[in-house]
């Protein structure tokens, strides 16, 4: 059944007719525009993951917008002054794409899909302040994107380099890791391939401490989930950096271990393959070697970073007939060029220990390399330190040779991974792992052969992008080799017209073919320049974006920090758990640089995180392929924006995946129909005396004041949307069988229902208001406080179990202790019989509700 069927069968309610009224209303008086400095309420600020203008919205859109204007009105309710704004990230590759399809200019796409989601998300009824709307594809926006760019670059935190890079062959631009999804780009699906390229990066790495140990101020705060993949990204590991002499070659190597004790069982030396110390090494070997490398290389650079690192894939390599010398012992170590070590992990090379790395062993058993035990994973950590075997020259004796096969990784392919003490290594032996470590790096530092340091899985962010539709890099390349900002007074540096200028993907970015555009002036000298021609990664668009909407009409800063400092950070962020890595990690680095500059007062961009669950259909995402799209316009045309919200919200908790098969549109339309008539039939006035209404009634309307408070801050919508049709339901009893629509319990209990409704379904809670005698807004007035003394159960039912089982049930007062429980309980029939003769060796009481007896 339809809205519309319902709305004939009922008479009364008419969503898209309510939607209509209440939609002009709302744009013509802007009821939910934050205050200004003049507004004295304290302030929350409220935030969505802003859309992307890829087409309409969709109803992942639908769940996200829903819950975060849960989110707005809830604190509106409560008293505070809001803001909760919108604008569009409209800047990257898929209008870049569809232009190039289509012909078109991408500008043309996106801002018209801007304007058909804005009708759209108007239409839903979200409370969004609509001054404050920004799109980042504006140069009013993107000037202070290059004003960003300048300050980092000013403080050493923007440089540029050639290093391998991720490149999608169909898109044809670089992609940072993050964006590499099981070795293909998160965009179009296309296998990335490495590529050497000179490109721009932001330092975050330079931020890697404070990013993962501030993760620790957001603890309860942000799903545990999203702390541990940000945690898990940034990768810190703590060890050693070991300084290896390569034999024939003047600087040292330096690698990154975690495990420096176990140097004594260093037995080879490995480089990843696509660095330059790996070529470096190979032009030195045999000419057989040099083009066995060659085509090893080629391969690897057709292989993914995640192939390289399954565990379970065959390892391969290239001996290169160069040495490293061990600094602990002098050892010579063979080195190889292996896949399964990268070049932009540690320092690119690492001491291959195959008796206690799974995966130097693997390889060491590939190639007949040897394994050398250095760890005895057998001995005891506590009590008497282990003797130690020695053979006729004083050397201890590998547990191996000592006839220990079950536990010789050469013989079982097994690493010995855990805790043990040292052997085989010289004044380490006997120390457990924690001492060994701390001993290996004092001898290190000593020798002047390493020191204490520590690494990070956290790279750092890739913004070069060779794409057309993006923030223009502000930097000027000069005749004479110098790369110099372009001045402020000069930003922004705005998109050419692509008026005679080939889009299509080439491996280079388009810019560089808009020679009037490209040809420029050096801001020193006023000599011929040239633009750089890259554009930024989309991503420092959205790290900052928050605060742009502080002040988004301005001229004169890219944000105020005053105003900042009266808002920020935002106090809830509602968004998809897809930018647990991505998005959020760049917002809190550009958060920490702009701190550091005193641009603002916190560390940390979104105090609070809210991830939704994904809306699916019949257990499948939904996708255009699959042909098994909900499609969002279609059940706002058909249900409403109240029934549609109120379905969702209805659906399961915020962060499961909801089923649409499962959502009932239809049983929300008629449950919103039962609210509205409530409404409409009270007959008591406005200034009803609630307290000379029906208890029981009142009871229910005041338990929902006392609970919804916790239940929309502990994000339970689909609780409170329960509650709601209770209170309807009884509402309705009482108007049906006594003391009827005159009550004013009724009047009571309908405003309550008219102001929480307010949450999920705001035309009809509007039109209920209305109804009820009011002047608009609902979405403005302030939440009643319950009635305690309307809290107080009178009596209760408590439960009698015997064995686990329930033998009995009793109406007992609320406050009866537990003596006096266990007594009634003992003293009814049907417990008595439960019982019989048997002996009671335990009884547990929990006043007022259970009683549990255990008998022999």
């Known amino acids: 059944m339809t809205t519309s069927e319902i709305a004939a ?60 204007d849960i989110v707005a009105r809830f604190w509106r309710h409560r008293g505070y002054n809001v803001l909760n704004p919108i604008g569009w990230d409209s800047f990257g590759l898929p209008a870049e794409n569809a232009a190039i399809k289509r012909g078109a200019d991408p500008r043309e796409w996106t801002y018209q899909n801007i304007d058909q989601q804005k009708a759209s998300l108007k239409q839903y009824g979200v409370s969004f302040d609509w001054s404050r709307v920004l799109h980042t594809s504006d140069p009013e926006y993107y000037r202070w994107n290059q004003w960003l760019f300048q300050r980092l670059y000013d403080r050493g935190l923007a440089y540029r380099k050639e290093s391998p890079v991720n490149w999608c062959p169909a898109d044809q631009t670089v992609l940072a890791n993050e964006q590499v999804v099981d070795g293909h780009c998160e965009r179009c699906g296309a296998e990335v391939t490495k590529k050497k390229l000179t490109q721009w990066y932001f330092r975050i790495t330079q931020y890697a401490d404070r990013l993962l140990d501030d993760l620790n101020q957001l603890e309860g705060f942000w799903p545990h989930k999203v702390l541990q993949m940000q945690r898990n990204w940034i990768g810190r590991s703590v060890g050693a950096d070991i300084d290896f002499e390569i034999e024939g070659r003047d600087e040292k190597v330096t690698v990154f271990s975690t495990r420096p004790d176990t140097l004594h069982g260093a037995t080879f030396f490995v480089v990843a393959p696509d660095s330059d110390l790996a070529s470096e090494l190979a032009a030195g070997a045999s000419a057989e070697v040099q083009e066995r490398f060659r085509g090893y290389l080629e391969t690897v650079q057709k292989t993914s970073e995640i192939d390289r690192q399954t565990a379970d894939r065959p390892k391969t390599g290239v001996f290169l007939e160069r040495y490293a010398v061990n600094p602990i012992n002098g050892e010579r170590l063979p080195i190889w060029a292996a896949d399964y070590v990268l070049a932009d992990y540690g320092h690119g090379a690492v001491m291959a220990v195959p008796a206690h790395d799974q995966r130097d062993l693997d390889f060491a058993r590939a190639f007949g390399l040897p394994v050398k035990v250095v760890v005895d994973t057998l001995a005891p950590l506590t009590g008497a330190i282990p003797v130690i075997e020695l053979d006729e020259n004083g050397v201890p004796i590998d547990p191996a040779s000592a006839g220990a096969d079950d536990v010789d990784p050469a013989k079982t392919g097994v690493a010995l991974t855990g805790e043990g003490r040292m052997i085989n290594s010289g004044s380490l032996n006997g120390l457990s792992k924690r001492n060994a470590i701390a001993r290996a790096i004092e001898q290190l530092e000593a020798g002047g052969a390493g020191r204490a340091a520590k690494n990070y899985r956290l790279r750092d962010w890739l913004i070069s992008r060779q794409r057309f539709w993006g923030t223009p890099i502000p930097m000027v390349h000069t005749s004479d080799g110098r790369i110099v900002p372009v001045p402020d007074d000069r930003l922004p540096v705005e998109l050419p017209s692509i008026t005679g200028l080939d889009l299509t993907p080439k491996g280079t970015s388009p810019l560089g073919g808009a020679s009037e555009w490209v040809a420029t002036t050096d801001p020193e000298t006023g000599e011929p320049a040239l633009r750089d021609p890259d554009t930024m990664d989309t991503f420092v668009d959205s790290s900052w974006y928050f605060l742009r909407f502080l002040s988004p009409g301005s001229a004169a800063e890219a944000f105020s920090p005053a105003e900042a400092d009266k808002w920020g950070p935002v106090d809830f962020y509602i968004g998809g758990v897809e930018h647990a890595i991505l998005h959020l990690l760049y917002a809190r680095f550009i958060t920490k640089a702009l701190f550091d500059m005193g641009l603002v007062e916190f560390t940390e961009p979104f105090s609070s995180l809210i991830n939704q669950g994904m809306v699916i259909l019949n257990g499948a995402k939904m996708s255009k392929s699959k042909g098994n799209l909900v499609l969002f316009q279609e059940e706002l045309e058909q249900h409403g924006a109240d029934a549609l919200r109120v379905a969702l919200a209805f659906a399961g908790p915020v962060e499961d995946d909801k089923d649409w098969a499962d959502v009932s549109t239809t049983g929300a339309a008629k449950f919103l129909a039962r609210a509205l008539r409530v409404a409409s039939e009270v007959t008591s006035a406005p200034d009803a005396v609630w307290a000379e209404g029906d208890v029981a009634l009142r009871r229910v309307t005041h338990r929902l004041w006392a609970d919804v408070h916790g239940l929309v801050e502990q994000t339970k919508f689909n609780v409170v949307v329960a509650r709601l049709m209770e209170l309807v339901n009884a509402i309705r009893k009482t108007i049906d069988t006594g003391p009827g629509a005159g009550d004013p319990a009724v009047r009571e209990a309908a405003e309550a229902v008219a102001m929480v409704l307010d949450l999920f379904a705001p035309h009809t809670a509007e039109e209920m208001w209305a109804k009820l005698g009011y002047a608009p807004f609902v979405g403005l007035v302030s939440w009643r406080q319950p009635d305690a003394t309307l809290l107080v159960e009178e009596s209760v039912t408590a439960v009698v179990q015997v064995n686990g089982k329930v033998r009995g049930t009793l109406q007992v007062p609320a406050k009866i202790s537990s003596e006096e429980l266990e007594a009634v309980a003992r003293a009814d029939e049907k417990v008595r019989r439960s019982l019989g003769d048997r002996e009671i060796t335990r009884v547990v009481v929990r006043a007022p509700k259970v009683v549990s007896f255990t008998v022999a």
């Not at 069968?9 to 209440?22: L, M, R, S, V, Y």
């Open 9 to 68: 069968e009922g008479g009364a309610f008419d969503p898209h007719a309510i939607q209509q009224k209440w939609q002009a209303l709302w744009a013509e008086h802007d009821p939910f525009r934050a205050g200004g400095d003049e507004d004295t309420r304290p302030r929350k600020y409220v935030l969505a993951m802003f859309p992307y203008p890829s087409g309409d919205l969709h109803m992942g859109h639908a769940e996200n917008y829903l819950y975060s």
